[in-house]
């Protein structure tokens, strides 16, 4: 059975990372296509001896992290410059986050901190400014499980610790603000109502105001399963527990399942939700027929479950 270490959507395309077996590319038509109006041929297959993780993608082009190292992948291969990121391999990264609105590629070292990327033209991309958080300092030897990037906020989930959000709007001082949880095990930003969501691995899914010290509202995972991973979805937060996949709403404080079981890897694209379990891929949407609306293109064979969540 083939592992499934990561995936991501971008552009119409499922992303697939299976363990020591490279990455598969599933092109699909969606709804949104043709607001996207792309007619982008990406690669099928990355193949590599090791899974890339934390996968990110931006103008066509893929970054992962593989042995500490950051690889990259020209999905269209139309292009005569390549892209140079071997300048960064000099430091040992494990995590890579992307702010889309201003195009800045972040990358967590285990050498000197954060480095700033502007990635606004990738073929001459060169590191910003290091930025190095006061809670680092302070702690010595940590754990980041997740780093995320939000309109110029950089948010990192440390183990043991809670969830340091960096303001990097402020050119001439990064000011950093702290969220004490027990076990942060992943973050999200909900910008647009300044709430820092976080799961934590002992507490549920906590809820921050932006300058807040204490959380506001705290949510148990039904049957008090232990969330793992969390993403924004539509102005809701889809959680993924060890025995489960829920969905949170900020409107009605109201938390329900929307699948039962172990559930691995995890994506969102739109109205749609990816996510493998038992090494098979399954798709919810909320369409009432999920596979009117979904349907994979060039002959892409691909075993995936399709259903509809309420």
């Known amino acids: 059975?083939?592992?499934?270490?990561?995936?991501?959507?971008?552009?119409?395309?499922?992303?697939?990372?299976?363990?020591?077996?490279?990455?598969?590319?599933?092109?699909?038509?969606?709804?949104?296509?043709?607001?996207?109006?792309?007619?982008?041929?990406?690669?099928?297959?990355?193949?590599?001896?090791?899974?890339?993780?934390?996968?990110?993608?931006?103008?066509?082009?893929?970054?992962?992290?593989?042995?500490?190292?950051?690889?990259?992948?020209?999905?269209?291969?139309?292009?005569?410059?390549?892209?140079?990121?071997?300048?960064?391999?000099q430091y040992k990264a494990n995590q890579l986050s992307f702010d889309s609105r201003y195009s800045d590629l972040y990358?967590?070292?285990?050498?000197?901190?954060?480095?700033?990327?502007?990635f606004r033209n990738p073929f001459k991309a060169k590191i910003s400014k290091t930025i190095i958080p006061e809670s680092f300092e302070k702690l010595g030897d940590l754990t980041v499980s997740n780093m995320i990037s939000v309109n110029k906020n950089i948010l990192l989930s440390i183990r043991g610790f809670g969830v340091s959000k960096i303001d990097e709007k402020n050119a001439n001082k990064s000011s950093e603000n702290i969220y004490r949880t027990d076990?942060?095990?992943?973050?999200?930003?909900?910008?647009?109502?300044?709430?820092?969501?976080?799961?934590?691995?002992?507490h549920g899914i906590l809820l921050f105001e932006n300058e807040g010290k204490a959380p506001i509202k705290r949510v148990a995972l039904p049957q008090s399963d232990i969330p793992q991973e969390i993403r924004l979805f539509y102005g809701r937060v889809l959680v993924k527990g060890k025995y489960g996949l829920y969905l949170y709403d900020f409107d009605n404080s109201s938390i329900k399942v929307i699948k039962e079981g172990s559930i691995g890897a995890i994506a969102v694209y739109y109205n749609y939700i990816f996510f493998s379990s038992n090494g098979e891929i399954n798709l919810l949407s909320s369409s009432e027929n999920a596979s009117s609306h979904f349907k994979l293109k060039d002959g892409s064979e691909l075993d995936i479950k399709l259903n509809n969540y309420k």
């Open 1 to 89: 059975m083939n592992i499934v270490t990561s995936m991501h959507v971008y552009n119409s395309h499922l992303f697939i990372s299976f363990l020591g077996k490279g990455i598969r590319i599933f092109p699909f038509q969606s709804i949104r296509e043709k607001f996207n109006n792309s007619n982008a041929v990406y690669l099928r297959e990355i193949s590599s001896n090791e899974s890339l993780q934390e996968i990110i993608t931006t103008r066509h082009i893929l970054l992962g992290v593989k042995n500490s190292s950051i690889s990259s992948f020209e999905l269209e291969q139309k292009n005569e410059s390549k892209v140079d990121i071997e300048y960064l391999n």
């Open 107 to 118: 990358v967590l070292t285990e050498d000197v901190g954060i480095i700033n990327i502007n």
């Open 183 to 202: 076990d942060a095990q992943d973050v999200v930003y909900y910008y647009q109502k300044q709430i820092v969501v976080i799961a934590d691995g002992i």
